[in-house]
């Protein structure tokens, strides 16, 4: 299992806008992942109800997750993306 730990670089948090970003750059990986706060239970990181639902606070750590063949490549990219607190999704993703 392939496993990223951030911390979340929106000051606001993994709120509206930044959570449909990184929901957005998940399923563009086309790869399965869930998302956790550290310590907890994992969710569905495509979904933006479940990834609201987390009520991820900017600076808070976060644990990206997946076992899916192409998942060490995706999960850099979502990592570099929450870590920075991108406004738009890169091209990259």
Known sequence: MAERRVNVGWA?????????????????SGVPVTIAKAGGDP??????LAVLGLGAQGGEEIVLSSDAEGAEAALDRLAKLVAEGLDELPETV
């Open 12 to 28: 606001e948090g993994l709120h509206a806008r930044p959570a449909s970003i990184f929901v957005r750059a998940t399923t563009a």
């Open 43 to 48: 969710v569905n990181a495509a979904s933006m």
